[in-house]
């Protein structure tokens, strides 16, 4: 899969796809490029250092619709067959979600269906929660609603702010998206070389 990521800042989770992308064995996917709604996203001059693509442009000015349909000629442009949102802060309009429908992947820092939208882990820890952690999900026209891939369990720690939660956070979503993005193009493709052989073991 030709796979490109939409970031709005910082682009941790951009970087962790791109990292184990390049140290896994056989990654079905490859990064082709990184794109923002913000040209000054630090996370855009990381990739461009690694040598990936990037786009940036404001979205200011611009209608959701108007702007999406910039993005995504870059996304042609490039080949990309699949999106990742990685810290992408703007919705997205229904056109490009329909057309990108179970191609377009987000992660979300929370076990969901808990917590959806912004200030999630001042919302845990509000609620006294225990356990938290976070989610791939496939994007729908719903904000954080689709269809669940995988989710990492973190456990809350007494004394816990919302930036220490998130921080930890943080570290399961490094390892559970490039794990969970990769098992979606591995489910289909892998079963096929076992089915083989049994094929071949057959009189
Ligand atoms: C992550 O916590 C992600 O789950 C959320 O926004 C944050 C983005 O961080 N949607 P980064 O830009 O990937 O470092």
Redesign the pocket.
């Known amino acids: 899969a030709r796979l490109g990521v939409l970031?709005?800042?910082?682009?941790?989770?951009?970087?962790?796809l791109l990292h184990a992308s390049r140290l896994m064995a056989d990654c079905p996917y490859e990064i082709v490029l990184v794109a923002a709604n913000d040209p000054q996203a630090p996370?855009l001059a990381m990739a461009a250092a690694e040598g990936i693509a990037t786009f940036g442009q404001s979205h200011q000015g611009l209608g959701r619709a108007a702007f999406d349909a910039i993005i995504e000629a870059e996304l042609h442009r490039h080949g990309v067959t699949h999106v990742a949102?990685?810290?992408?802060?703007r919705l997205l309009s229904p056109g490009f979600v329909e057309r990108w429908a179970g191609r377009c992947f987000?992660?979300?820092?929370s076990l969901l269906p808990a917590h959806k939208g912004l200030h999630v882990h001042e919302a845990v820890l509000a609620a006294g929660e225990t356990m938290s952690g976070?989610t791939v999900h496939l994007v729908t026209a719903e904000l954080d609603g689709g269809p669940i891939l995988g989710q990492a369990r973190v456990a809350v720690l007494p004394g816990d702010t919302p930036e220490s939660l998130?921080a930890r956070?943080?570290i399961a979503?490094h390892q559970l998206y490039p794990r969970v993005i990769a098992n979606q193009f591995r489910s289909v493709s892998e079963p096929l070389p076992r089915l083989r052989a049994l094929a071949l073991a057959l009189p």
């Open positions: 970031i709005s800042g910082r682009g941790s989770n951009m970087a962790a996370g949102l990685a810290g992408y802060m987000n992660i979300h820092p976070c998130a956070i943080l979503e």
